[in-house]
């Protein structure tokens, strides 16, 4: 196996397909999207110009899905993310968008710990099936994300600095949509 830690290279040609340079063989979007679930960062640069393409391949990734109708993000998102391009310097959407994955994928992390610390439940009969059943429902939900991104450190009120932060970017948007209406 492929070094986790470090992107996956996916170079794109001149003929737009994709070639995976650690197994030397082209793959599709599908496959891409395959190595992001199973936990593993892509990037997808062109081959000729070394431009950085992999934003807009996962776009495609997502408007793929969503044109077959499986629903990525619902739309009030999709509209939230078009008005986040109207503002000047693109609003706190990114950044917000970015620490909710960071606390969704911690938090992930947290409940497979708990699962797997030690437990008097573990003499039970059978259950290390019902731990794996738990796992894959939480991967299912999650739609995959891994939890091994470290999360933030932690403030003096038990709570990350992030998420106070967090807080407080969405209760001034809050207010600020509360004007709106």
């Avoid at 062109?46 to 996962?58: H, I, P």
């Avoid at 407080?168 to 207010?175: K, M, V, Y």
């Amino acid at each position: 196996m492929a070094d986790q830690g470090n992107p996956l290279l996916i170079k794109r040609y001149a003929s737009r397909r994709l070639y995976n340079t650690e197994t030397s063989d082209y793959v599709t979007l599908e496959d891409i999207a395959g190595f992001i679930r199973d936990g593993r960062e892509v990037q997808i640069v062109d081959l000729k110009s070394g431009d950085d393409l992999t934003r807009q391949y996962l776009l495609q990734i997502i408007a793929e899905h969503e044109s077959r109708g499986e629903n990525v993000l619902p739309v009030t998102v999709l509209n939230d993310l078009v008005r986040s391009y109207m503002l000047p310097g693109g609003g706190m959407m990114p950044q917000f968008l970015q620490s909710s994955f960071e606390m969704l994928r911690e938090n992930q992390s947290k409940m497979l710990e708990n699962m797997n610390a030690m437990n008097p439940m573990s003499a039970m009969p059978g259950f290390e099936a019902m731990k794996a059943q738990q796992e894959a429902f939480l991967k299912a939900m999650t739609g995959g994300w891994t939890g091994g991104a470290s999360g933030p450190e932690k403030g003096e009120g038990g709570e990350s600095d992030d998420l106070n932060t967090i807080k407080q970017q969405l209760a001034e948007l809050q207010s600020k949509l509360n004007k709106m209406s």
